[in-house]
């Protein structure tokens, strides 16, 4: 798209290095801002009234990405005068650009977050409007995205979500058959663990200070029917359920899995499953596309299933939720509205063009998705139809029974969970010290937010 925009006075401020601090932070918005410049913006032979700048992730499926900037941000700005700028970033570098746009209260028009971030309420305007509107073409928002984006204390909607992405267990088959097991429940995961490490391909869940870990331990406690707070905002963390999630978890690293867990990133479990040593990992389905688009000699087995079923049931969690926000200091509220908007209503080219990767947050919005996860042609056959039922009925929202208020936003984004798993499992704490623990920092957060009325 660049090579095909004219010059304009915002392009000559850039070329004369002017303002590159201000650049850096937040695009052409951030000069505008910093010098008042608002010029004229030129494609393909004519001039556009607006234009639009989005924040997000480096998808993990690359070929989303592509098509994402280079037809859909393209097509929808000619249909809306708009030159519309996508901005790709890391997913680790999310949270400190969002706190470095609020400070200079400057940036993108869009931001887009991989979890729920009503701690930024105040940042952000009520994105209410915009899910009525795709409520009228496509029908009602379903509950996951209620629960991530709505705070019923204030009224107000604190993020819009286009999806969510189904978070299944994803497991060598071949490997396990070996050691005649399968992840059917906990128990038959700690029963293989021992077994599948002494043959130099252990289990991999992470006890780091990352996303990946966050998700896969809360829905670890969920199986163990321990949860952070209860259906009406109350602290519950520290229960049987919570105890026994963290007895296991050290159980399960002492016979199965390796100190490596302890270092990760988000996407060291994809790295780990590819250099053919991981056996089992809790990841979105970019861990089988990448080995299928690579051809790895194991792509054909490995399987994806729901989560173990532990003694609390079988509950997990999205593996990432994408949940925009528009700024109140945003320059173009209008044109982000929109963009959000039909981007939801015409889901089913973004959940193509992901590879079922990106679940719409409005279920009406891609029809017949069981027939068309069926008729993904990679081996072993039907592999991806169980995806439909992970979404469906073993979803949760971050922060289930209840919403995803501040206070859980900020226990995530803390990396809370991790810790207490990773004291356990290190042997520096109990699980019983480490439940009351986490407890008594967690109702410190709680009280802070409900101070503030957000709770």
């Not at 204390?153 to 993020?159: A, S």
């Not at 039909?342 to 998705?369: E, L, R």
């Not at 039922?389 to 501040?406: D, F, H």
């Not at 990773?422 to 407890?439: L, N």
Request: charged share 20%; hydrophobic share 40%; aromatic share 10%.
């Amino acid at each position: 798209m660049a090579d095909e925009v004219k010059v304009t006075r915002r392009e000559v401020i850039k070329r004369a290095g002017i303002g590159a601090a201000a650049l850096g932070m937040g695009g052409a918005a951030g000069v505008e801002k910093a010098f008042g410049v608002a010029g004229p913006l030129r494609y393909k032979g004519r001039w556009l009234k607006n234009d639009l700048s989005i924040l997000q992730w480096v998808h993990f499926v690359p070929d989303y990405d592509k098509w994402l900037d280079g037809t859909w941000a393209k097509d929808w700005g000619e249909k809306n005068d708009t030159l519309v700028k996508i901005d790709h970033i890391n997913n680790t570098e999310l949270a400190a650009r969002a706190a470095a746009e609020v400070a200079a209260q400057s940036g993108h028009d869009l931001f887009m977050f991989l979890n729920p971030r009503a701690d930024l309420e105040d940042q952000v305007i009520n994105h209410g409007e915009i899910v009525q509107e795709v409520q009228k073409k496509v029908g009602a928002i379903s509950q996951l995205g209620k629960l991530s984006t709505y705070n019923p204390k204030t009224k107000k909607w604190h993020g819009f979500s286009d999806n969510y992405v189904p978070d299944p267990v994803v497991w060598r088959h071949d490997l396990w058959n070996d050691v005649g097991e399968s992840p059917a429940t906990w128990d038959h995961v700690l029963k293989a663990a021992p077994k599948l490490r002494q043959r130099g391909t252990p289990i991999g869940i992470g006890m780091s200070n990352e996303l990946d870990s966050d998700m896969a331990l809360i829905a670890l406690l969920q199986c163990f029917g321990g949860f952070m707070q209860s259906k009406d905002g109350k602290v519950t963390i520290n229960s049987k359920g919570t105890r026994e999630a963290l007895s296991f978890m050290r159980s399960l690293y002492k016979t199965g899995m390796t100190t490596e867990i302890f270092g990760w990133n988000p996407s060291s479990n994809n790295t780990y499953l590819y250099s053919g040593k991981g056996s089992m990992i809790l990841n979105a389905i970019s861990a089988t596309r990448t080995p299928e688009d690579l051809n790895l000699p194991f792509a054909k087995d490995l399987w994806i299933w729901p989560i173990p079923k532990g003694p609390g049931g079988r509950l997990g969690l999205e593996h990432v939720m994408g949940v925009y926000v528009i700024w109140k200091f945003a320059k173009n509220k209008a044109g982000a509205k929109r963009y959000l908007a039909d981007m939801a209503i015409n889901y089913q080219q973004h959940f193509t063009n992901s590879k079922f990767y990106n679940f719409p947050s409005f279920p009406g919005a891609v029809k017949n998705i069981a027939r068309q996860l069926a008729s993904d042609k990679h081996k072993p056959s039907g592999k991806y139809t169980i995806l439909g039922k992970i979404a469906q009925k073993y979803t949760a929202n971050v922060g289930y029974p209840g919403y995803s208020n501040a206070a859980i936003a900020e226990i995530f984004n803390t990396f809370l969970i991790p810790q207490m798993f990773a004291e356990v499992a290190q042997d520096k704490s109990s699980p019983a010290d480490a439940a009351r623990s986490a407890q008594r920092q967690f109702q410190t957060i709680f009280d802070k937010w409900k101070q503030q009325k957000k709770i």
